[in-house]
């Protein structure tokens, strides 16, 4: 399915009328949820004590409330009141190869032997770990690991303003790029502005230009107003389009934009957090054929273990990066105690072999492929307006696309937290079949099989099943 067509049909969606669940039928998967969840149930009670709103994660489900986990192994997640789930959520994409895969347990169990899990000093896996990196992305020549995604992409803008000597961000709307002040503005629907951005300045949000996805003559625009603003030191983007495709890049705006940003002296920086992983060796950039000149990492990269996150790029442009002092120029500085330590070094360097030297991904895509192909016969037979796609093996099932809700007026922010509440509700009812799915934005893993998918597409149906209208 192309971005075109990805597009129109989510237009097509947000036209509609919402199709709801039943309420019996909903009341009844509450119900069924409860009464087999009851420890799930007294350990959100007591997070509530503890943490502030009960929680410290954005990506599992919540509703009725949050399920504790007790162990997994490959696809499957089984809880602490011992019912087992197949799990497309997959820690927002960061569970790459399965869970407690098996030979990357042991590399770590070995390494735990032999040395602490942070020395604070040189190790040669940091070394290695690099070397992977760079055979997997033909863009980066040079790595400098981080402890997270957004720290990945913090350091990212550091380094371009350092190169280029400019001062502002060029962000396209709808995009994420994790939590840090001058990215958490327009956040997965376009026009949504400072919706979810309290507690920061303007100031920092000043720093930071929205344009439109697939305009190039705004993007241009935004250059010329800015150049005499402190410039443009880079262009950000989510290379599938916002939250990973939700929102898809048309065929060939890359190619305009960094032929634009090139003639303003800007860089062009590929946050790949989310995609890198996940598309194939040599992730986005390769499937799209771009060459950014910054790339950011994270989440598969190390199947899941902390500390993961890292920006390459050029030799030229990455020797900006410094931990010391600034002896020569450009220079920025870019800490982190524990980025690059021995334990998230060990499990990069396994995962990105293992990805390399066994076809993986090839796999892995394909199941996704079929899943995609089974949801849409389900969809299409049920006349839901529903639709499935997949870019590699990130999967994306859109029901109520309420990030394609056009943001004319309060009202229509008010339409967009309404759709999220009817997928909420979706979520209900298909983990209650004994599915994780995030409300449709999924991925699948190198252990997931067809089986799995059956099962996957079953929970949809019982959904489906479960809708008025």
């Given at each position: 399915m192309n971005a075109e067509e990805i597009l129109k049909r989510g237009r097509e969606i947000t036209k509609s009328p919402i199709r709801k669940p039943n309420i019996g039928k909903l009341n009844d998967a509450y119900a069924a949820l409860k009464s087999s969840t009851p420890k799930s149930f007294l350990l959100s009670e007591k997070a509530k004590e503890v943490l502030p709103n009960g929680s410290q994660h954005t990506l599992p489900l919540s509703d009725p409330y949050p399920f504790f986990m007790k162990k997994g192994m490959g696809s499957i997640l089984v809880d602490v009141d011992g019912n087992s789930f197949i799990d497309y959520i997959l820690s927002g994409g960061a569970i790459i190869l399965g869970h407690n895969d098996e030979g990357l347990v042991s590399t770590i169990h070995e390494l735990l032997t032999q040395k602490t899990h942070f020395h604070g000093h040189f190790d040669a896996l940091e070394i290695a770990a690099a070397e992977k990196i760079i055979s997997f992305f033909p863009s980066i020549e040079k790595v400098r690991f981080t402890s997270s995604g957004s720290e990945a992409n913090a350091a990212a803008v550091k380094i371009a303003r350092s190169v280029t000597g400019k001062k502002k961000l060029?962000?396209?709307?709808?995009?994420?790029?994790?939590?840090?002040?001058?990215?958490?503005?327009?956040?997965?629907?376009?026009?949504?502005?400072?919706?979810?951005?309290?507690?920061?300045?303007?100031?920092?949000?000043?720093?930071?230009?929205?344009?439109?996805?697939?305009?190039?003559?705004?993007?241009?625009?935004?250059?010329?107003?800015?150049?005499?603003?402190?410039?443009?030191?880079?262009?950000?983007?989510?290379?599938?389009?916002?939250?990973?495709?939700?929102?898809?890049?048309?065929?060939?705006?890359?190619?305009?934009?960094?032929?634009?940003?090139?003639?303003?002296?800007?860089?062009?920086?590929?946050?790949?957090?989310?995609?890198?992983?996940?598309?194939?060796?040599?992730?986005?950039?390769?499937?799209?054929?771009?060459?950014?000149?910054?790339?950011?990492?994270?989440?598969?990269?190390?199947?899941?273990?902390?500390?993961?996150?890292?920006?390459?790029g050029k030799k030229e442009i990455m020797d900006a990066a410094s931990t010391g002092l600034p002896m020569k120029q450009p220079y920025t500085f870019i800490g982190g105690t524990l980025a690059g330590n021995t334990l998230s070094m060990a499990a990069c360097h396994y995962v990105v072999s293992s990805l390399l030297d066994y076809n993986l991904l090839e796999k892995a895509a394909s199941t996704a492929d079929d899943v995609t192909r089974k949801l849409n016969d389900l969809f299409d037979s049920g006349d839901t307006g529903f639709f499935a796609y997949n870019f590699g093996n990130i999967l994306r099932v859109e029901m109520t696309a309420p990030h394609a809700v056009e943001i004319t007026s309060q009202e229509a922010m008010h339409e967009v937290v309404m759709r999220r509440k009817i997928l909420s509700a979706y979520s209900v009812m298909i983990s209650s079949a004994g599915v994780l799915s995030r409300m449709g934005r999924d991925f699948v893993s190198c252990a997931h099989s067809t089986a799995d998918n059956d099962r996957y597409v079953a929970a949809y149906k019982k959904l489906i099943d479960a809708l008025d209208g």
């Open positions: 060029i962000k396209f709307m709808g995009n994420y790029h994790g939590w840090g002040n001058e990215f958490l503005v327009d956040v997965e629907v376009p026009g949504s502005g400072k919706f979810i951005s309290q507690g920061i300045p303007d100031e920092f949000m000043d720093q930071t230009v929205l344009v439109p996805q697939n305009n190039p003559e705004a993007l241009e625009a935004a250059f010329k107003t800015l150049e005499n603003k402190g410039g443009v030191a880079a262009v950000i983007c989510e290379p599938m389009g916002a939250e990973s495709g939700l929102i898809p890049f048309e065929e060939g705006f890359h190619e305009q934009a960094i032929e634009i940003a090139h003639r303003y002296g800007a860089l062009y920086i590929f946050d790949e957090v989310v995609t890198g992983f996940r598309m194939g060796i040599g992730g986005a950039q390769k499937w799209l054929g771009i060459t950014p000149d910054l790339t950011t990492l994270g989440k598969g990269m190390m199947n899941g273990f902390p500390s993961c996150g890292a920006v390459g």
